[in-house]
């Protein structure tokens, strides 16, 4: 079995872009990478931040069913505490069978507590906190989906099911509409960060599919390490084909070609005005010099992509993540981080290309894919 492919799309816009622009490189993107094969595209939701800046996944996902034909979508992940549960759980009902199968949930707390406090949470950064909302939410959308009777009066929300009432022979007026997902329930994914991150914990207690944001050797191997722990305690099967990775990674036709194109493209310009600060706040880069066995000093942005990111050939990007594969244990699919080439995609298409076609067909997943 190969690994499967798939895009990310935070979406890392400049910050000058609009609104329709964003919007119009979403749905560019998940057309292309239907075309070329990718299996699935995830879609974040941020309220707060001008770099990622997709407050409604739902309507790229809307806007891109029709025009694509296989590719799955994803919000990545609809966070639970900004919204009321039971309004979310009939708009994710709704749109899954408007994709007919093409469609699975994220769910997550919320990394950024500007965020949170536009939704009224002022303890944000909380996270214990947010994560017992999340699992409220959660509850509350479950039962929902089952369309039984149902008063919830909870810590967070209140939320309900009725009655359905039954009247004469061809009187439909009381009819509930069923805005239960595609096939009763949606398949769950969820994000994690950090090391022995709670939301793995909580993906492999539900057994949730697991979805790591790459921040380093160690924080990957306990990510797996927590989500097949939990997963394996209530009675799951910890598969690594379900386990989705984020990278950055960018194909070209030599080595040299594809390091100039990051360093003096989109994905350089983006790290070095907004991701590489942010992975020093939160601690990220301190694992990757770890990784690597360097000194502060030595990190700039050449080093990132020198020692981070998978860019070269499709040979040299191949050989990339088999070392990842031997080192972590491997995952099923590859989730690329997406770029703003608004301007010229060109570039950012051959390198998704690549990936699909001369990349994953060559990257094996492990002989064992469960625990």
Request: aromatic share 12%; proline share 6%.
């Amino acid at each position: 079995m190969a690994m499967e492919t798939g895009l990310i799309v935070h979406p890392y816009m400049r910050p000058e872009r609009t609104a329709r622009q964003t919007f119009d490189w979403c749905v560019q993107q998940a057309i292309t990478a239907d075309e070329i094969g990718f299996d699935s595209i995830m879609l974040s939701e941020h309220a707060s931040q001008r770099w990622e800046n997709i407050p409604n996944p739902e309507l790229i996902i809307a806007a891109a069913a029709s025009r694509t034909e296989r590719i799955k979508f994803a919000p990545m992940a609809h966070l639970l505490p900004h919204q009321h549960p039971a309004k979310l759980a009939i708009m994710v009902g709704w749109l899954s069978q408007i994709l007919e199968g093409r469609y699975f949930l994220g769910i997550g707390a919320g990394a950024y507590p500007q965020s949170s406090y536009i939704h009224g949470i002022t303890n944000g950064e909380d996270t214990k906190f947010t994560n017992e909302m999340v699992r409220e939410s959660l509850e509350i959308m479950e039962k929902i989906w089952k369309r039984e009777p149902f008063f919830h009066e909870g810590r967070f929300w209140n939320a309900g099911y009725p009655e359905e009432l039954h009247a004469d022979d061809g009187d439909d007026q009381h009819m509930l509409a069923d805005f239960s997902p595609w096939g009763g329930a949606p398949e769950i994914a969820v994000t994690g960060f950090s090391a022995n991150s709670p939301s793995m914990r909580f993906a492999g207690e539900r057994g949730f599919r697991p979805v790591s944001i790459f921040s380093g050797l160690e924080a990957l191997k306990t990510h797996w390490e927590t989500y097949s722990e939990a997963a394996t305690a209530n009675g799951h099967v910890a598969d690594r084909s379900r386990y989705h990775v984020s990278q950055t990674v960018f194909v070209a036709d030599t080595d040299k070609e594809a390091k100039r194109l990051v360093m003096e493209g989109p994905i350089g310009y983006c790290f070095e005005r907004y991701l590489i600060p942010i992975w020093w706040r939160f601690g990220m880069m301190d694992g990757f010099i770890k990784d690597a066995g360097a000194d502060r000093a030595d990190v700039d942005l050449e080093w990132v992509v020198d020692n981070v990111f998978c860019v070269g050939s499709p040979d040299t990007v191949v050989d990339k993540i088999n070392r990842l594969f031997e080192a972590t244990g491997g995952w099923g699919t590859l989730q690329v981080e997406s770029h703003d080439y608004f301007d010229d995609p060109a570039p950012w298409f051959q390198s998704l290309e690549m990936i699909a076609r001369e990349v994953a067909p060559r990257i094996s997943l492990p002989a064992s894919v469960t625990v």
